[in-house]
């Protein structure tokens, strides 16, 4: 199947790449609200409708009939080994190798810790200026923390390569972009890495369940990311974190939580860290999140990742071939990769009013996001998202410039969260 050649794009052409998806079917396993094209997926994805059922039979059965007899009988203590197993599947890693646990920002902070105990002769870490926030401001915590000379060089994409050089302890890098949605080239940055020397960390918030991801075929060190995106673990469910089984046993993280003790139901007086990837844990999980986050987990592993990756790329390209097709006098950017190999499951532009066109977009029900200063993110899950949903998604939006509703006062008002 491929995108179609003729130019225009028409409503039919996309209608006939639906029928054609190997993935279609799997729509109906999420609950989406009736008229709404969510393209956010990237920020919190849809529920599963099997969420329900599972989150009323750990409540009313595991927690209210089964009680304390549940950690055992009802598997709560396994969750996070269990569900890191099926993670690990997800992003070419072994099974021991993930577990779910905490958030990305606390994991990030743990093997980051972890890798720096690892190369105590060095000082420097490789991060990117441009991340998420949070990686940055953790790292910079542990830094604080650390004091004694350790520092962050700060890099973007163009310059990464010569940044690595044997001063640096760590490479700490989310693999796709969460602003452009580019992909950093895991493999030879990490090959660079190592070649230095260094340890490499990377973020696969954007990459889980979007990107066909081999954590060990590319020889990393340590990741982290999170569920509740296109992963659809619910909001705020679990992140995960990958040590590769040569660190297990050296590379301890500092959280030392009886969670990742040897024996923690021997109740020691001193911390003796588990001997396997059970050392990352910390401390007692949220088992009602992660019993929802694993229904989201076992409708992705139903998935052909490759299916996954092809129905992704071809999703952002009629995206954007439809934007320079029918929205190209309104002022919108590109700001994604024109690539496909270089892009991740998102295509952002830049716009001088992103915020209130958003919220106007929102309004008619296309919810996509806004990211400080300019720019308006579009999220493809392939998983729930069809190609007339992009096609339906680009209709509204050049009606809403064509008859400028942005402008209108409501749109212009800010929310906590955009
Ligand atoms: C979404 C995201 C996070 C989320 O961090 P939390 O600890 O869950 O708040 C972290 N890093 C990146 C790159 C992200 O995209």
Redesign the pocket.
């Known amino acids: 199947m491929s995108l179609p050649t003729m130019n225009p794009i028409t409503h039919a052409d996309c209608e006939q790449l639906d029928q054609q998806d190997s993935l279609a079917s799997f729509r109906d396993m999420f609950a989406i609200p009736e008229g709404m094209i969510y393209l956010d997926g990237n920020s919190l994805g849809v529920r599963p409708k099997a969420a329900l059922a599972r989150a009323i039979e750990v409540v009313e059965q595991e927690w209210g009939t089964g009680l304390i007899k549940s950690w055992n009988e009802a598997d709560w203590f396994q969750l996070p080994q269990k569900l890191g197993d099926k993670v690990a599947k997800i992003i070419g890693a072994d099974e021991g190798e993930v577990v779910v646990t905490d ?4 994991n990030l902070y743990k093997v980051l810790a972890a890798a720096l105990t690892q190369r105590p002769d060095r000082k420097v870490i490789v991060m990117n200026g441009s ?2 926030p ?2 940055n401001y953790m790292a910079q915590g542990l830094v604080e923390q650390l004091g004694d000379g350790y520092e962050i060089r700060f890099i973007e994409q163009d310059n990464v390569m010569a940044a690595i050089d044997d001063d640096v302890a760590a490479v700490c890098l ?1 693999h796709v972009h ?1 602003k452009t949605g580019s992909i950093f080239d895991m493999a030879a940055i990490t090959a660079k890495a190592h070649s230095v020397g260094a340890l490499t960390i990377w ?1 696969l ?2 990459s889980a369940g979007a990107l066909d991801v081999q954590l060990n075929e590319c020889n990393v060190d340590f990741a982290v990311g ?1 569920t509740y ?1 296109y992963l659809n673990g619910g909001p705020g469910s679990p ?1 995960f974190i990958f040590s590769a089984k040569r660190h297990h046993g050296k590379a301890l993280q500092p959280l030392t939580g009886w969670w990742g003790h040897a024996d923690p139901f021997a109740f020691e007086r001193d911390y003796r860290p588990a001997s396997g990837i059970d050392q990352m844990l910390s401390g007692t999980q949220p088992i009602l999140s992660l019993a929802v986050t694993e229904v989201g987990l076992d409708i992705f592993l139903q998935a052909d990742i490759e299916q996954v990756r092809r129905k992704s790329k071809q999703l952002t390209q009629l995206f954007i071939d439809l934007m320079a097709q029918r929205c190209s006098e309104y002022g919108f950017s590109l700001v994604s990769p024109v690539d496909g190999d270089l892009r991740g499951s998102q295509v952002s532009f830049n716009h001088d009013d992103g915020y209130p066109v958003m919220q106007a977009l929102i309004s008619r029900d296309v919810v996509g996001d806004f990211r400080a200063p300019k720019n308006v993110r579009f999220g493809f899950t392939p998983l729930y998202i069809s190609y007339s949903d992009v096609w339906d998604a680009v209709d509204r939006l050049v009606n809403i410039m064509e008859t400028q509703l942005w402008k209108q006062p409501e749109f212009n008002q800010r929310g906590a969260v955009t």
Do not use: E, L, P, V
Request: glycine share 6%.
């Open positions: 958030s990305t920002g606390i991340n998420f949070t990686d989310t969460y973020d918030c954007h999170c995106k992140a």
